[in-house]
């Protein structure tokens, strides 16, 4: 029998006009809602890579599942200012999934730490090109070898922090979720791809102030998940 091709995704553009919406949220994000059923279209329910223009500038991202059978895309202020594009404004886009392989430079004082600890390594391959193209810019940035020697052991320490609060919750986040029972219930619904990026976030701050400001706002988004999955179930 012929294997299905129903999560085959078929690189077809697409085009559209759409409003830009202020997510309601602290994290005040601007989105655009997707206008057609992605799966249907594109193969995909869950997140997919896309690329296109808005308002013909170019932009590759990601559309982001709803949890109500749609997708929104985070349309960020580089993509804003390069439209031309606020929130309540109009935009025309054009986006395709984005199937082109993405390859990332790793630095040679970050790669030695890769090679030394495999563990490491495979955990910063599963990470998003975004994030591990992040990672590998700024260990890379500085022009004295001691300095991005210090930064590649940093960004090391930090996976390692993360990689530990995924096996067990660090007491900062276990304290947050005891008060906030919803915003639990959001985060146990979560991807883990989300959960990593986030803890991978928090553990980017070094003071507690800055930490517990970067907990509370995917206490924001947490419980806004788990609020939109109470409204599914009504």
Same mark, same amino acid.
């Given at each position: 029998? *012929?294997?299905?091709?129903?999560?085959?995704?078929? +690189?077809? *553009?697409?085009? #559209? +006009?759409?409003?830009?919406?202020?997510?309601?949220?602290?994290?005040?994000?601007?989105?655009?809602?997707? *206008?057609? %059923?992605?799966?249907?279209?594109?193969?995909? &329910? !869950?997140?997919?890579?896309?690329?296109?223009?808005?308002?013909?500038?170019? #932009?590759?991202?990601?559309?982001?599942?709803?949890?109500?059978?749609?997708?929104?895309?985070?349309?960020? $202020?580089?993509?804003?200012? !390069? =439209?031309? =594009?606020?929130?309540?404004?109009?935009?025309?886009?054009?986006?395709?999934?984005?199937?082109?392989?993405?390859?990332?430079?790793? +630095?040679?004082?970050?790669?030695?730490?890769?090679?030394?600890?495999?563990?490491?390594?495979?955990?910063?391959?599963?990470?998003?090109?975004?994030?591990?193209?992040?990672?590998?810019?700024?260990?890379?940035?500085?022009?004295?070898?001691?300095?991005?020697?210090?930064?590649?052991?940093?960004?090391?320490?930090?996976?390692?922090?993360?990689?530990?609060?995924?096996?067990?919750?660090?007491?900062?986040?276990?304290?947050? #979720?005891?008060?906030?029972?919803?915003?639990?219930? !959001?985060?146990?619904? /979560?991807?883990?791809?989300?959960?990593?990026?986030?803890?991978? !976030?928090? #553990?980017?701050?070094?003071? *507690?102030?800055? &930490?517990?400001?970067?907990?509370? $706002? /995917?206490?924001?988004?947490?419980?806004?998940?788990?609020?939109? =999955?109470? %409204?599914?179930?009504?």
């Amino acid at each position: 029998m *012929p294997k299905s091709k129903a999560n085959k995704v078929q +690189p077809v *553009p697409k085009s #559209f +006009p759409a409003t830009l919406e202020c997510m309601k949220s602290r994290l005040n994000w601007t989105i655009i809602h997707i *206008p057609f %059923d992605v799966a249907k279209v594109w193969g995909r &329910r !869950g997140q997919l890579r896309v690329k296109g223009e808005i308002n013909g500038f170019a #932009f590759r991202t990601s559309l982001f599942p709803t949890g109500q059978g749609g997708h929104i895309l985070l349309v960020n $202020k580089r993509m804003q200012k !390069g =439209a031309r =594009a606020v929130a309540g404004t109009v935009a025309r886009f054009q986006i395709e999934p984005d199937t082109e392989k993405r390859v990332v430079t790793v +630095p040679a004082e970050f790669n030695r730490i890769l090679t030394e600890e495999r563990t490491l390594r495979r955990w910063f391959d599963q990470l998003n090109h975004s994030t591990r193209n992040d990672i590998a810019k700024w260990v890379s940035e500085p022009k004295s070898p001691e300095t991005r020697v210090r930064r590649a052991e940093q960004i090391a320490e930090r996976m390692l922090a993360t990689m530990e609060a995924e096996r067990e919750l660090p007491p900062i986040l276990q304290v947050a #979720f005891s008060r906030n029972p919803a915003a639990r219930e !959001g985060w146990e619904l /979560m991807t883990a791809a989300k959960r990593r990026g986030h803890l991978f !976030g928090i #553990f980017g701050y070094r003071t *507690p102030e800055s &930490r517990g400001r970067r907990v509370d $706002k /995917m206490l924001d988004e947490a419980s806004a998940i788990a609020e939109g =999955a109470r %409204d599914r179930d009504r």
